[in-house]
């Protein structure tokens, strides 16, 4: 089940593209699986048909789903390309981030790697 959170900061069709891939990963949907078109997933989302479209067309930039015309949009069976230096940079930058608010908390580096595991417990399903 994908949640929307509409007083997030993070665009509605960036939080659909998470939470299709959150599903990838805990195994909810696998290589091959059909999503739901566009139109339906608005409306169980009950968002605009266009933000569904551009998180669509994202994943589909990401090899992460194919659109077949005519049949759907499927989980692409290769959906795990190598990573850009330009990604790796982002993310070194996001984690940078992370560890400066973490810090204001009053975090150590213990607690915030026991965060990470936790993370990524729930992340595949608890295993």
């Given at each position: 089940?994908?949640?929307?959170?509409?007083?997030?900061?993070?665009?509605?069709?960036?939080?659909?593209?998470?939470?299709?891939?959150?599903?990838?990963?805990?195994?909810?949907?696998?290589?091959?699986?059909?999503?739901?078109?566009?139109r339906?997933?608005?409306?169980?989302?009950?968002?605009?048909?266009?933000t569904?479209?551009?998180?669509?067309?994202?994943?589909?930039k990401?090899?992460?789903?194919?659109?077949?015309?005519?049949?759907?949009?499927?989980?692409?069976s290769?959906?795990?390309?190598?990573?850009?230096?330009?990604?790796?940079?982002?993310?070194?930058?996001?984690?940078?981030?992370?560890?400066?608010?973490?810090?204001?908390?009053?975090?150590?580096?213990?607690?915030?790697?026991?965060?990470?595991?936790?993370?990524?417990?729930?992340?595949?399903?608890?295993?």
């Amino acid at each position: 089940m994908i949640i929307i959170d509409s007083k997030s900061s993070t665009p509605i069709y960036e939080q659909i593209t998470i939470g299709i891939k959150e599903l990838i990963l805990k195994n909810v949907i696998k290589s091959g699986d059909k999503l739901p078109s566009v139109r339906e997933l608005s409306t169980i989302l009950t968002i605009n048909p266009n933000t569904v479209s551009k998180a669509y067309m994202e994943l589909e930039k990401q090899n992460i789903v194919e659109s077949i015309k005519g049949k759907g949009t499927f989980i692409t069976s290769d959906y795990r390309k190598p990573v850009s230096e330009e990604k790796i940079s982002k993310l070194i930058l996001d984690f940078k981030r992370l560890i400066l608010e973490a810090n204001y908390l009053g975090l150590e580096e213990n607690d915030l790697i026991l965060l990470l595991d936790e993370g990524f417990k729930e992340i595949r399903g608890g295993i």
